[in-house]
T-cell receptor, first 113, second 113 residues
Framework: NAGVTQTPKFQVLKTGQSMTLQCAQD?????MSWYRQDPGMGLRLIHY???????DQGEVPNGYNVSRSTTEDFPLRLLSAAPSQTSVYFC????????????FGSGTRLTVV | GDSVTQMEGPVTLSEEAFLTINCTYT??????LFWYVQYPGEGLQLLLK?????DKGSNKGFEATYRKETTSFHLEKGSVQVSDSAVYFC????????????FGKGTLLTVNP
């Protein structure tokens, strides 16, 4: 049981480049989310999904796109990277967000230069 | 809206000392409360949880009690170890149509031998 798997672990992008952060879970969880973690800011929700084909915006969605074509996968796309998107990104999934909370991946550390 | 306030760090203790990390919250209804731990270079792991008033969550010697009257969920451990050194996050989810985990800003704990 791998849990939540994120790739890559580290990435350096140039301003204006695009990329996709991958997230996969093997627990058959309906709820999946993307957070970013910045010093002094805690974790902030970017986008979330309540099931395949259903996504919605979180607190800080600008500059990011998501899709959920399967229960297992929830990729996060950076359309045109900016230095302000330098952060650590976490994917999380949950069976029942109020009872079990979320299971987090190990994160992707992204630097935009 | 929902919010979580936890004590600012860093907190530095000697091994076998008593630990308290304060957490208070503001939320609509009856939120579920969580403590997550993040070890260096890793993702967040669920440490313990409580889903209703007066519940006590416990794990690995850590405890926290859901106090609705004081809107608090303080984390305690009777005797900390060097291996407990990490960042601790208090979080809540208020359920319903709210799919977001609202986090405190985290408290860095360092335990010295």
């Amino acid at each position: 049981n791998a849990g939540v798997t994120q790739t890559p672990k580290f990435q350096v992008l140039k301003t204006g480049q695009s990329m996709t952060l991958q997230c996969a879970q093997d627990m058959n969880h309906e709820y999946m989310s993307w957070y970013r973690q910045d010093p002094g800011m805690g974790l902030r929700l970017i986008h979330y999904s309540v099931g395949a084909g259903i996504t919605d915006q979180g607190e800080v969605p600008n500059g990011y796109n998501v899709s959920r074509s399967t229960t297992e996968d929830f990729p996060l796309r950076l359309l045109s990277a900016a230095p302000s998107q330098t952060s650590v990104y976490f994917c999380a999934s949950s069976y029942s967000r109020t009872v079990n909370g979320y299971t987090f991946g190990s994160g992707t550390r992204l630097t935009v230069v | 809206g929902d919010s979580v306030t936890q004590m600012e760090g860093p907190v530095t203790l000697s091994e076998e000392a008593f630990l308290t990390i304060n957490c208070t919250y503001t939320a609509t209804g009856y939120p579920s409360l969580f403590w997550y731990v993040q070890y260096p270079g890793e993702g967040l792991q669920l440490l313990l949880k409580a889903t209703k008033a007066d519940d006590k969550g416990s794990n690995k010697g850590f405890e926290a009690t859901y106090r609705k009257e004081t809107t608090s969920f303080h984390l305690e451990k009777g005797s900390v170890q060097v291996s407990d050194s990490a960042v601790y996050f208090c979080a809540l989810n208020s359920g319903g149509s709210n799919y977001k985990l609202t986090f405190g800003k985290g408290t860095l704990l360092t335990v010295n031998p």
